[in-house]
């Protein structure tokens, strides 16, 4: 998958303007080693600002079910698609994390 490439769940949260749920892969990964060589608070800020972003994309799966009520097996897999890729990206950020904590102990 190029750097362009996204999921029908990273594009769709891209188009409403949902910037970590939009992010291509490859995208999501440079970004949390970015953020790494920031410092463990900056992931924890990105793990809530992902939980923010996943309580927008709710909302707008609810506005499309009165606008488009037809579509309902798409939202149905898209909803599923849209958890699916937080847990993964909570899970990143979890792992990133920890690495970090441990290091430091290393370093004690």
Known sequence: MSEEERTPEQQWAQ?????????????????LQYLEGENRDKLAEESKRLLEESKDLKAALRADKFVRAQNQEQRRQLS??????RHRRLNDIRDRYEAIYDEGDDND
Do not use: C, K, Q, T
């Open 80 to 85: 599923r698609g849209l958890r699916e890729l």
């Open 15 to 31: 188009d409403l303007g949902v910037e970590l749920h939009g992010m291509s892969d490859e995208r999501w990964d440079a970004y």
